[in-house]
């Protein structure tokens, strides 16, 4: 469902690639301040990452509008 190739953010997130696959439930753990919420908020459009790629079934995140992307994938915290 998402791909994320060579993710930087703010030195919160350092992510040469990471796959998460539909019809599976994903948890992320980690402790404050390890970008979970950073990582969550990528993926929903809520934020941008300052570079690489991210990709929601095969197409890439900006070029999809945000509000109909977030009407298909929820954030939960």
Do not use: W
């Amino acid at each position: 469902m998402f791909r994320l190739e060579k993710i930087r953010y703010k030195g919160i997130l350092n992510i040469d690639s990471m796959k998460i696959s539909a019809n599976r439930v994903t948890c992320l753990t980690g402790e404050s301040g390890a970008g979970k919420t950073s990582l969550l908020r990528l993926l929903n459009r809520m934020n941008e990452p300052d570079s690489g790629s991210v990709f929601y079934q095969d197409q890439l995140l900006d070029n999809l509008n945000p509000i109909e992307h977030r009407r298909k994938v929820t954030m939960l915290s």
